[in-house]
């Protein structure tokens, strides 16, 4: 049997002991990634550990520290009363504010996750506060990001219209990024119809959900809960609870409590700056978010130390145990030449509609484990040969492989999906990760060939 095969198969298996058996999917695909790289593969440990994902180690564990300081500290209720300000009180509106933010953001030239590492945070505090599925809020965000990822001016956008360029394929910028926008934009309005949206539009307005928790009460450690809107806490969420008490709406270790919720005190001055420089590094000088991320929560630490001190256990550690294992066997599938097997093969085919509908569900499959980024600057060559033919639209064909293999970004196991389970609060985790787990795989099963007959199938012969 060959290597490739034996590589997917094993996959497979360890899928099915995670859901069967509980175990942890992180630690059973390191165990994987070991024994199929090594023995199957003939991989040496360094080539099994290149391809520990550590870029995404280093932006989950930033981010989700760098926002466990906000938390305590009341800097993101802050923002989130600006939020809820800005909108006039009706929730309604706030998961297309996200959506537009991130559009807004990978359009102007940020990375995606970059994008979503910004948002998210903000986001999930809004849909925890004020009852709105986190589900609905963090694929709001993922989409968003992705509907302006593909402008001109883009990450995304260059690389491809880069590919189609030395490859002499015709090609048409404003076609990849409006297909890509409009395709997020529709999967948003459906998301939003299906996961409780119109609800929120017959809810009379923040201060209405407000005041149905603004009784006080005892929580099962003593704390006391006296806040203006519902915050279950990061206890649930599957994070182990950091016994930082809730006033005036802030998780606190004892000090943020006595700022109101809608006044700036010196550590919340000090942390939106940081904030702000997390967003101006990024963006305009294209600094690795999560390395930014961790030295201005690491200069928080230093400036208030004691507001921080229990940042840390709030960092979803389970999340980055199960992303780091997941994308490190990725990576030795890669490091196998399984990912180029599965391509080849798809294209070969000789039915050229046929390759191109099956390459659409590569880039679906693929990127939903794996980088989007290189994967598109690897598949759209490989659809080359059967394009330079004439048989199929060159511009309908790398939209369709573009979008194909970045609106399935919000699985749990691409960047995009794992900061939104990093930082989801007042839910189960584990359930929250099953939920994404079976909506990433709706949308790697239904997208592609929605997206072939769309962009493909008018465009063929």
């Not at 196998?336 to 391509?343: E, H, K, Q, S, V």
């Amino acid at each position: 049997m060959p290597p490739e095969l034996i590589s997917i198969l094993v996959l497979v298996v360890v899928f099915v002991l995670a859901t069967t058996l509980s175990i942890s999917l992180g630690v059973l695909c390191f165990a994987a990634a070991f024994l199929v790289g090594a023995l199957a593969g003939g991989l040496s440990e360094d080539d099994i550990f290149a391809g520990f994902p550590g870029d995404i180690f280093v932006v989950l564990v930033g981010v989700t520290f760098l926002f466990a300081i906000a938390r305590a500290n009341g800097t993101t209720d802050w923002l989130v009363h600006g939020a809820v300000r800005m909108v006039g009180g009706r929730i309604a509106i706030i998961p297309w504010v996200m959506f537009g933010i991130g559009a807004v953001l990978t359009a102007i030239g940020a990375v995606s996750p970059a994008a979503c590492a910004i948002v998210a945070p903000i986001a999930l505090s809004l849909a925890a506060q004020y009852r709105i599925n986190p589900l609905l809020m963090g694929a709001m965000v993922v989409h968003g990001t992705q509907a302006g990822s593909f402008s001109p001016i883009s990450v995304y956008g260059t690389i491809v219209n880069g590919v189609v360029t030395r490859s002499q394929l015709p090609g048409s910028p404003i076609v990849l990024f409006l297909g890509s926008f409009v395709v997020n934009l529709v999967v948003a309005a459906v998301v939003f119809v299906l996961f409780g949206g119109m609800r929120l539009t017959r809810t009379v307005s923040m201060e209405a959900v407000a005041a149905q928790s603004a009784e006080p009460a005892m929580s099962g450690t003593g704390q006391t809960t006296a806040t203006v809107a519902p915050d279950p806490g990061e206890g649930a969420a599957g994070t182990g609870g950091t016994g930082m008490a809730k006033t005036g709406g802030a998780e606190s270790s004892g000090d943020a409590g006595e700022t109101p919720v809608d006044k700036l005190d010196r550590d919340r001055v000090l942390t939106l700056l940081g904030l702000v420089g997390l967003v101006v590094s990024t963006l305009a000088f294209d600094l690795d978010v999560g390395l930014v991320a961790m030295t201005v929560a690491v200069a928080l630490s230093v400036l208030s130390p004691k507001m921080t001190r229990k940042a840390p256990a709030e960092v979803a550690w389970p999340t980055v145990l199960l992303i780091c294992g997941v994308l490190t066997y990725i990576g030795v599938l890669e490091e196998m030449g399984t990912i180029d097997y599965a391509g080849e093969a798809v294209a070969g085919v000789g039915i050229p509609m046929l390759a191109a509908l099956l390459l659409c569900y590569i880039g679906g499959i693929v990127s939903a484990f794996a980088s989007s980024t290189a994967l598109m600057g690897a598949l759209i060559p490989l659809a080359v040969p059967f394009l330079m033919e004439g048989s199929v639209g060159a511009i309908g064909m790398v939209t369709a492989l573009a979008v194909s293999s970045t609106v399935v970004d919000v699985s749990p196991f691409s960047t995009n999906g794992a900061i939104v389970l990093a930082n989801v609060k007042g839910v189960d985790r584990d359930v929250f990760l099953r939920k994404l787990m079976i909506y990433g795989g709706v949308i790697v099963v239904l997208l592609p060939p929605l997206i072939w007959v769309t962009m493909v199938l008018p465009n063929f012969g």
